[in-house]
């Protein structure tokens, strides 16, 4: 099998290039669009570092050929500021300490973005399965998931001091 053009939306930008056949999205992103916030963990799709948005849902950048997503919108990390200003879930990220050693942190970041867009009022068992693929090897979940509450309230104009414990879950 040949190469071929591949067309995507990434970031907002329309992106064309030439992809062999079995290319990985997060090869593609990294190697050729020189986008790095999509980290390579397992390869296996089991660590969740290579999260990006494909048409709003959360995917393994490690396991898609990138020709089966041509002509579609990807969003990473790099898409998520706006004008160099963090959007919510990257504030409270910060704010809260989720970040941890950052190696997960954009994946938490992209899953988190999925999951406010479709529920901007998601319970901590919400957070909790839509975080379920994500490895964080530091165990940080529960910062992550103060944070990812956090934004949600950031997103409703609700205010919550940064770190407050949220309903349901152990205090730092």
């Known amino acids: 099998m040949s190469s071929q053009i591949v067309s995507l939306v990434v970031n907002g930008e329309p992106r064309e290039f030439i992809a062999r056949p079995g290319t990985t999205l997060l090869a593609t992103l990294r190697d050729s669009l020189g986008l790095t916030s999509a ?5 296996q799709g ?8 494909v ?5 393994t950048a490690c396991l898609v050929a990138v020709e089966t997503v041509s002509g579609c919108s990807v969003r990473t990390l790099e898409g998520v500021a706006v004008g160099g200003d963090l ?17 997960c942190t954009a994946g938490m970041i992209m899953v988190a973005e999925a999951l406010l867009d479709r529920d901007p009022d998601p319970s901590q068992e919400d957070v ?9 090897r530091c165990t940080g979940y529960q910062p992550i998931m103060i944070a990812i509450l ?18 349901g879950t152990v205090a730092r």
């Not at 048409?55 to 995917?59: A, N, Y």
């Not at 959007?87 to 190696?103: I, K, L, P, R, Y």
């Not at 956090?150 to 309903?167: F, I, L, M």
């Open 39 to 43: 980290k390579r963990g397992c390869s």
């Open 46 to 53: 089991s660590c969740g570092t290579c999260t990006v948005l």
């Open 55 to 59: 048409d709003d849902r959360p995917v």
């Open 87 to 103: 959007d919510e879930v990257q504030s409270a990220f910060v704010d809260n300490f989720a970040t941890q050693c950052g190696f």
């Open 128 to 136: 909790a399965e839509a975080i379920s693929g994500n490895v964080c």
């Open 150 to 167: 956090d934004a949600a309230r950031r997103r409703r104009g609700e205010s919550a001091e940064p770190g407050q414990p949220v309903e």
